[in-house]
């Protein structure tokens, strides 16, 4: 069996990706100096804009652009894993992709992650500037004997994304997002990711944005649902060991991914995304 320290760091990012990066330089060296071997940063800690428009579409960069050449350095240098929210060139000329990207220590990008469930909500309309992900993604990567998942905020809503992870042998996941704030958003946070952990019967990260746009509340939940680590709504760094012996603990005592008589069927069009 495996273990694993996570880090989750949450801050607010700007529209400044070189400022950026610097704080997520600066969260890596604290988070490996504190014996994690991973650190998550928010949904859109590459850049970020109040209100989705063209900046953000002039912002983005190609899959190997300026932005992700720098995680790559601070992972290496750090010897650390990073799971950041970036925005990347689409096939549109007037839209970006949402796209997480996993570096492993070595700088190798082995994960780029793009957000399938687009935040068309509480008056937000994302689509109207993101290129969806394909949902036959199935984000899951290795670290260290830990299989680790991700999916991106608004996912968080649709429990078929954490179950897919889970049935492809996610032991972690971890939802970067920047969790807007508003009348009962900081219970609706807790209360999915709880479910998704307790659920699914594994570990649930969430790195979330502070204020003023996001509400922070960055938390490690483990299989059973109880919170192991988590933070208010200032910016900070949490950490917190995940074991697959635990996972296979709670799975023995509530088998509930082997009871299950459903599968997770990708739809056939892209509606209500």
């Known amino acids: 069996m495996a273990s694993l320290t996570i880090a989750a760091a949450q801050f607010a990012p700007t529209d400044d990706a070189t400022a950026n990066l610097g704080v997520i330089a600066d969260a890596a060296h604290d988070a490996a100096a504190a014996g994690a071997r991973l650190l998550v940063v928010p949904e859109y800690s590459a850049f970020f804009e109040r209100d989705l428009g063209p900046a953000s579409v002039a912002a983005a960069e190609p899959e190997d652009g300026p932005f992700v050449t720098g995680l790559a350095e601070i992972a290496v240098a750090e010897s650390i894993a990073l799971v950041v929210g970036t925005v990347e060139t689409s096939t549109h000329d007037d839209r970006f ?29 994302e689509s109207d500037w993101i290129e969806p992900g394909d949902p036959t993604q199935c984000p899951v990567f290795e670290l260290d004997g830990v299989r680790i998942g991700i999916e991106t905020c608004y996912d968080l809503r649709f429990p078929e994304v954490t179950r897919r992870l889970a049935v492809a042998g996610a032991d972690v996941v971890l939802v970067p997002a920047e969790w807007v704030r508003g009348p009962g958003k900081e219970h609706h946070w807790r209360t999915l990711l709880t479910a998704r952990a307790i659920e699914n019967t594994l570990y649930v990260v969430g790195a979330g944005q502070t204020p003023s746009v996001g509400i922070g509340a960055s938390v490690v939940v483990d299989p059973s649902g109880v919170t192991v680590a988590g933070l208010g709504s200032e910016p900070g760094l949490l950490t917190a060991r995940v074991s697959t012996d635990e996972v296979a603990r709670v799975r023995a005592v509530n088998p509930s991914l082997s009871l299950r008589r459903y599968d997770v069927v990708e739809r056939d069009d892209r509606s209500g995304e």
């Open 97 to 125: 992709r949402n796209t997480v990207v996993a570096v492993q220590p070595d700088g190798a990008v082995v994960v780029r992650y793009r957000k399938v469930h687009l935040y068309d909500s509480f008056g937000a309309r």
